[in-house]
């Protein structure tokens, strides 16, 4: 057997805990569509009335004037 003297040093291994944790904190916002349509599967809600009442919804928002 073959010895091998490898590290990580601290900066190395700082950037790749980062990535992890990076990785992990925008997997959830990447995918919310897809968690969202999953959650409301699992509860028995219908997908389409929650679309539409979303869309109605940014529709009557994005209508509204600008200032004061």
Do not use: H, W
């Amino acid at each position: 057997m073959e010895l091998v003297f490898a590290y990580i040093d601290p900066g190395s291994g700082s950037l790749v805990i980062q990535a992890l944790i990076a990785g992990l904190v925008a997997a959830p916002i990447f995918f919310r569509k897809q968690i969202s349509r999953f959650v409301n599967t699992v509860r028995g809600g219908d997908t389409a009335t929650a679309t539409e009442s979303n869309a109605s919804t940014s529709a009557k928002t994005d209508d509204t004037p600008q200032g004061g």
